[in-house]
């Protein structure tokens, strides 16, 4: 199928020791709202970020370097990143 983008913010909540748990993904219609929902959750999370990233979201293929849109917090790679 063809590929579109898609726009996600990921949460990241405490885990065990001192990782980190992945809260459900949010999927966004633009960039913006990606970014908007992000730094909205940011206080309140141990870490966010907002993406968006080329996807043939049938066959769950993504692209490997999103461009990322909001950043904030503890993070794990590869969002942990500088850039």
Do not use: N, W
């Not at 913006?32 to 966010?48: I, S, Y």
């Amino acid at each position: 199928m063809a590929k579109e983008t898609v726009h996600i913010v990921q949460a990241y909540v405490a885990g065990r020791g001192k990782g980190l748990k992945a809260e459900q993904q949010i999927g966004c219609k633009t960039a913006e709202e990606a970014r908007r929902k992000a730094e909205r959750l940011a206080p309140l999370r141990e870490g966010v970020v907002a993406f968006s990233a080329s996807a043939d979201v049938e066959l769950g293929d993504y692209d490997e370097s999103p461009d990322i849109l909001f950043k904030a917090g503890r993070l794990p790679f590869p969002f942990d990143q500088a850039g």
